[in-house]
């Protein structure tokens, strides 16, 4: 059976040269970095090699990255961090309603600690107003955290338009650029923001490694504590292997990252165009042009995401949903409820995530299998009768 | 996939008795497309007896594959029979479901129900109304 | 040059078979645990084959296992989510004196939270007094933290007889395990503990991954917040490659337990019975028998650390010290100074962790190049030189 | 190994000038081993100009490092040239030391400057006493 793998937005594969890279340091130079002989000094110089090589990713000074074990890790470090060095400052803090849970759960627990949230709403596509995290920013507002690009539904925000914004306002702006960072261009620079997360299995990368780039002179508060690597910033052995393959992600991101939008644009459009035309009462969500090159997703009306997962799979295709079957929390998808899609629609999302290794051929396979999975849940499916005896009728 | 046994997958992928009912005897509607997911059960009665059950069901694999052998396990059962058919009875025939999937089975087994209440109805007898579940998203 | 590697206690070398167990996540198998599909079914059993290995070397019931990223991770996680879920019942924690920083700061963090701190002392083997952790624990004492053993001086803590003291409180019992566990034979029903902290660098496993292990039924703050993973109590992509290697290591680990130690204490017992024997004003430190397979500790009297590191390094070992100029924050170790070693000898504290990976030779070689180091140093030192000069005044 | 330049790896591999000068004229000590690091330097001085200077360390690389380059530096030199060897002349000459080992070079020049202060006060000028480093230990 053919096997094609589209959910690169939940982790992308590891790449053979960033296998290869991490491998001696799996290997002999196991060494870590705090110790004071060969073998620490071999692993000591490889993460700051590697350090480089992500600063230079992001336009960035090396010593303004700190490598995390996951984009979890760079969000709630940032968000609780930064919150807690500025709480003298005031206590509210300004996120859009289509963060990741990671940025909106360290939220929620902060505001046990008396912070409060303003969120910002998003449109129909996913996308923020400057003019509304303007109207968001009280004199107390400390923290601005709106993401760089959303992995559900792939819009990208105006993240250099909100940072004018918040610069006005004297808050640190933090930007969760874990779907972002190596797949499209992102300068720490042009952005304006003061900190920003990424994480590598999300181009290429290996897991289990993120990292927060913070500007220089930024306070935040250390998350994980205890010994004194990362600047005494973040505590616990450097995860050397996976430091090494995250710099050698950022290396290749950095080099390839022209012709992978190229590719991946190309084949997504390919999908983005085939895909509603081919299967009627489907559209796709997000941005229709400020979207993540490899991101096509969109809702199947009257059927439900796990089982076109379910039928997909059967059939070799890897894909995801934002449907409430598919979560643990029994949940729709907090990004697609926000940009107004009715709860019955969001259980119909589906995900294709491309990435690097996917070609034409997958999406014409997608393309092809598809419809029928579509028609089979449809003829099985309640809704589907109701609207068609309705149409009828209407006839 | 979800970790579902053998026989939900059986289930899911060749569901059993799907379709309507055009002259049903009795029809019944569980659940709710905005909590996603919704059943609706057809019976024909034939001697006190589920002579044919029809489904249709939008919703995830185990809610599909409940319909499915609900369905199957009513079929030919007199209605007091048939009435035995709980949501626990309905897991475990399907040897067993995740437990953020229990739900599906009760779905099932109340959609049948509630086709066998319209049926008692329609025959002219009393039945309690059943509360229908609430819509916790709105 | 030979070379040898004895800091174990800073990481150890990942084991062949660890690798091989890992590298089928490195590349074909590359999916998340939480996504539907076939790429992510494997990622999920791997993730759970690897809890169940784990839970079997700690006599435990696999959905007490919590992975973390680090032991520092779990040190923190466990002591401010055990005592944050607690705080409605009292805000005091007793830890010893010679914890790692990852639970030493972490409280300290607790402590600017209304959080209060006990610290036990130790003798001067770096042995804690299941009485003296009476004497501490208060009507109030929500969470008593001790460790398993030490790693820096290798003394294991009676953490059943503690446990016994701290269950009459009902105080809730954590140790950090991460120099015990895979070392020597841990058993958290033996123990008698709420929760245990491990790291799989300590034992041929991989960097960047740890565990949490807390008792069915003890309530815990989470630490990462986001998605559901870890059953909603450690949120972030599962670094699958990882926790596969953890797993392997904890199942080589219990198989290979007693014939590690043995091979570990024999050639420890050579080190600490020829390294004394060949160098005037040396001393081990930790207890002489309650120890550590692994290692052996020494101050080495009118020199420091740093010097003897770096000539031992120059002729091909790898060692550590506990010595302040060793320190990022130019301090002595906290562990030495409260065993009530003074300041001044603490300096010239050495530590040699030995590993499955030494031989008897490199002990040998070890005591060979040692003592000409020695005499070199104290050779440049004032100390030693006032020492010999009172000594032969004396005379 | 610490973040050691060439230099340093070579002047505490090959310290100068280790040693003791039984008929120093000035003897300077900084330092105190409690903080993890002390140094006495002798020096012989002739005709206004340092002819011999030799140097004692307990410490860390740097610190030896340190000594033995001051050392090397000050012999031959006046007084009034022995003066100018500041830490941050010093730690130039090594070709740099780690910022968290800074304070080595300090007590380099400060021990050759208390052994010179020494001298001096043997000659009979007055030197005003210098603040000793405090150990912060205790
Ligand atoms: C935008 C965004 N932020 C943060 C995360 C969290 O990353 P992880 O689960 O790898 O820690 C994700 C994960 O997909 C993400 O898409
Ligand atoms: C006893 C103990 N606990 C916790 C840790 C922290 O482990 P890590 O630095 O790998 O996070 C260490 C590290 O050596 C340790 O020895």
Redo the contacts between chains.
């Keep these: 059976m053919r096997k094609v793998y589209l959910d690169n937005a939940a982790t992308t594969p590891l790449l053979p040269e960033v296998f290869e890279a991490m491998v001696p340091y799996l290997k002999d130079m196991y060494g870590n970095p705090q110790s004071l002989h060969s073998w620490g000094d071999d692993a000591r110089e490889a993460v700051e090699e590697a350090r480089g090589k992500v600063a230079a990713l992001l336009g960035a000074d090396s010593d303004e990255i700190i490598f995390t074990g996951s984009g979890t890790e760079s969000n709630n470090f940032a968000v609780k961090g930064l919150a807690m060095a500025q709480q003298s400052k005031g206590k509210h803090i300004v996120a859009s309603a289509i963060e990741h849970f990671s940025v909106l759960h360290s939220i929620r627990s902060l505001e046990k600690q008396g912070f409060e949230l303003t969120e910002v709403p998003v449109d129909k596509h996913g996308l923020v107003d400057p003019e509304e995290v303007a109207r968001s920013i009280r004199d107390d507002t400390v923290l601005v955290s709106i993401m760089t690009a959303n992995t559900e539904v792939g819009t990208i925000q105006p993240i250099g338009d909100i940072s004018r914004v918040v610069k006005k306002s004297g808050a640190i702006f933090h930007t969760d650029a874990v779907a972002a960072v190596g797949t499209i261009p992102v300068d720490v620079g042009e952005l304006g923001v003061d900190a920003l997360s990424l994480a590598g299995n999300q181009f290429y990368g290996p897991k289990g490694v993120g990292a927060l780039w913070i500007k220089k002179g930024v306070r935040i508060i250390p998350f994980l504590e205890g010994g004194v690597q990362e600047g005494g910033r973040r505590a616990g052995t450097e995860n050397v292997p996976a430091i090494v393959g995250l710099g050698r992600a950022a290396e290749l991101a950095g080099a390839e990252m022209k012709s992978r939008i190229e590719h991946l644009s190309s084949i997504r459009d390919k999908l983005i165009e085939g895909l509603p035309s081919r299967i009627e009462h489907s559209f796709l969500t997000g941005h229709p042009t400020q979207r993540l090159p490899g991101n096509a997703s969109f809702c199947i009306e009257f059927i439900e995401g796990e089982s076109m997962l379910m039928l997909l799979g059967h059939q070799g295709i890897a894909a995801a949903s934002g449907s409430a079957c598919t979560s643990r929390a029994l949940k729709a998808s907090h990004v697609l409820l926000a940009m107004g899609i009715p709860h019955e629609v969001a259980h119909g999302s589906l995900l294709f995530s491309l990435g690097v290794t996917n070609s034409m051929e997958d999406i014409e396979y997608v393309l092809e299998i598809l419809p029928p999975i579509v028609d089979r849940l449809r003829s099985m499916s309640p809704l589907y009768a109701k609207y068609s005896k309705e149409r009828n009728r209407g006839n | 996939?979800?970790a579902y046994s053998e026989k939900v997958m059986d289930h899911?992928?060749n569901?059993r008795n799907?379709g309507?009912i055009e002259d049903a005897d009795g029809i019944g509607?569980e659940g709710n497309?905005?909590?996603?997911?919704?059943?609706?059960f057809y019976i024909k009665v034939n001697d006190n007896r589920l002579s044919d059950v029809k489904f249709?069901?939008?919703?995830?694999?185990?809610?599909?594959a409940v319909s499915s052998i609900v369905s199957e396990m009513a079929i030919g059962k007199t209605i007091e029979e048939a009435r035995k058919i709980t949501p626990s009875v309905v897991a475990k025939e399907l040897g067993g479901l995740p437990k953020?999937k229990y739900h599906c089975s009760n779905l099932g087994a109340q959609a049948l129900n509630l086709a066998i209440d319209d049926y008692q109805r329609k025959q002219g007898m009393k039945v309690k109304p059943r509360k229908r579940r609430k819509n916790d998203?709105e």
């Design positions: 996939m979800p899911f992928m569901p799907v309507e509607e497309p905005v909590c996603g997911d919704m059943m609706t249709k069901t939008f919703g995830c694999g185990a809610a599909i953020n998203h």
